[in-house]
């Protein structure tokens, strides 16, 4: 039990470090091809920047509301 358990362990670790390095990579492609978008990455892209403008709103909405909150103290 206790080599299964390790052997998980090993295996759970191989593929965080799976996902960083596929991460680094995309993070990489995406600031490389901007402005020269190959076609079948359009939509991933778009989807990119959809995520990102809905986070900067929220970021937005959460400077509102604190400033709100502070000026009824």
Same mark, same amino acid.
């Given at each position: 039990? &206790?080599e299964? &358990? +390790?052997l +998980?362990?090993?295996i759970n *670790?191989s %593929? #965080?470090? /799976? $996902?960083?390095a596929m991460? &680094? /990579?995309?993070k990489?492609? @995406? #600031?490389?091809?901007?402005?020269? /978008?190959?076609?079948? @990455?359009? #939509?991933?892209?778009g989807?990119? $920047?959809?995520i990102?403008a809905d986070? #900067? $709103?929220? *970021?937005?909405?959460?400077? %509102?509301?604190? %400033?709100? *909150? $502070?000026?009824e103290?």
């Amino acid at each position: 039990m &206790a080599e299964i &358990a +390790n052997l +998980n362990l090993k295996i759970n *670790k191989s %593929e #965080s470090d /799976l $996902e960083k390095a596929m991460l &680094a /990579l995309g993070k990489k492609f @995406y #600031s490389n091809v901007q402005g020269t /978008l190959p076609e079948e @990455y359009k #939509s991933e892209f778009g989807t990119i $920047e959809k995520i990102k403008a809905d986070i #900067s $709103e929220m *970021k937005v909405k959460i400077a %509102e509301l604190k %400033e709100d *909150k $502070e000026t009824e103290e």
